[in-house]
């Protein structure tokens, strides 16, 4: 349903001549499965789903979505996505009903399937009692709710969730795990990004732990478990990170130790 293989995305910097936002990223997430897409800010996990969504080209490396590859075939994967986060632009002049019938015709949907469509996606989401509230006067579940309605109401296989809970309390967050859960029950493929421990192991059937651009594990809790014989996944997960700077810094030493031999000789 979904591969990611090598993906690698690098930017000019003028300090280091390069700076590598991702770096050699692989995985793939299979049709009633969330996949989760665990990292600290600026591990590099927004830039892996931007390239997904066709959002950015990758500098190497290939994805596909539903079949169709990313760089070939990008209208195909728009059509073929869904996409939430936490910062979905709601317009205030329009209801509820009002954006998710504009989304819907904008991915072409005729008319007469559209209005059965919307009015399935509203009962599914319970959203009824917000269908003609106007944006502006919309809470943040309210927004959330329109932000899910709108990337489902095309009925994509794929599904993003890219730091969608962020900034919802408690009761709207729990709802909205409640819907993610229903749509992979649905069959839907999806990647759910996040660095909230408790909403991986309540949801995820596999994750991968991305830090500074590159991929540190990949597997169920279950087999990251047995594999770093750690039971505690929070504990699991910041011990990857340290090890890895620990790596990291060793490695930078050991470059300035050879470039201080190479200036005596």
């Known amino acids: 349903m979904l591969e990611a293989v090598e993906l690698t995305k690098s930017y000019p910097d003028l300090v280091t001549g390069q700076f590598v936002a991702?770096?050699?990223?692989?995985?793939?997430?299979?049709?009633g499965e969330i996949f989760g897409l665990l990292g600290?800010?600026?591990?590099?996990?927004?830039?892996?789903?931007?390239?997904?969504?066709?959002?950015l080209r990758p500098t190497s490396g290939h994805a596909k979505v539903n079949g169709f590859d990313v760089n070939t075939h990008p209208y195909e994967v728009r059509h073929s996505i869904g996409f939430v986060s936490s910062n979905t632009a709601i317009y205030d002049r329009m209801?509820?009903?009002?954006?998710?019938?504009?989304?819907?015709?904008?991915?072409?949907?005729?008319?007469?399937?559209?209005?059965?469509?919307?009015?399935?996606?509203?009962?599914?989401?319970?959203?009824?009692?917000?269908?003609?509230v106007a944006g502006a006067r919309m809470s943040t579940g309210m927004k959330q709710k329109v932000s899910i309605a709108r990337a489902i109401i095309h009925d994509p296989p794929v599904l993003v969730f890219d730091e969608a809970s962020l900034g919802l309390d408690v009761l709207v967050a729990r709802a909205l795990l409640n819907i993610i859960s229903e749509l992979r029950d649905a069959g839907k493929c999806i990647i759910f990004s996040t660095h909230i421990m408790r909403e991986v192991e309540r949801l995820?059937?596999?994750?991968?732990?991305?830090?500074?651009?590159?991929?540190l594990a990949t597997g169920s809790l279950p087999e990251l478990a047995a594999t770093y014989q750690e039971q505690d996944f929070e504990e699991l997960f910041f011990r990857l990170l340290h090890e890895s700077d620990q790596e990291r810094m060793k490695n930078v030493d050991a470059a300035a130790n050879s470039s201080e031999t190479v200036g005596v000789l």
């Open 95 to 132: 209801t509820a009903w009002e954006m998710v019938e504009y989304f819907g015709k904008l991915y072409g949907i005729p008319a007469d399937q559209l209005d059965e469509r919307m009015h399935r996606v509203f009962e599914q989401l319970n959203m009824q009692e917000i269908r003609d």
């Open 204 to 215: 995820c059937d596999r994750v991968s732990i991305l830090y500074r651009g590159r991929t």
């Open 40 to 55: 600290p800010n600026g591990a590099g996990k927004t830039t892996a789903l931007r390239i997904l969504s066709t959002v």
């Open 22 to 31: 991702l770096d050699r990223v692989s995985f793939s997430v299979g049709a």
